[in-house]
């Protein structure tokens, strides 16, 4: 019986429409962690990071360090301008 109901078997089967969070839960279950991430930080914690698709391809996921996920988003700028910005003002 076991794998009698899984993924297009499930009545409850979304596909393509699934939910962000369902989406990362679907892919930590079937992606490997890695050791370390690929920049060679070992760090206790890895980020699960999209390439820009947002699919159930798992070649369009990987594992990054926090500082390497932000970088690659953008979001490393951004702070610290932000932080340029309340420097100014303090």
């Known amino acids: 019986m076991k794998g009698i109901n899984l993924a297009r078997e499930n009545g409850m089967w ?4 699934v939910g962000y969070f369902a989406l990362h839960i679907w892919v930590r279950r079937r992606l490997s962690k890695p050791a370390k991430c690929p920049c ?3 760090t ?3 980020d699960l990071t999209n390439k820009g698709i947002y699919d159930r391809n798992l070649k369009n996921w990987e594992y990054l360090c926090r500082s390497c996920h932000m970088a690659k988003d953008g979001r490393l700028i ?6 340029e910005k309340i420097k100014k003002y303090t």
């Open 14 to 17: 979304k596909g393509s429409k």
């Open 40 to 42: 060679g930080k070992k």
């Open 44 to 46: 206790s914690y890895l």
């Open 78 to 83: 951004k702070l610290h301008k932000s932080n």
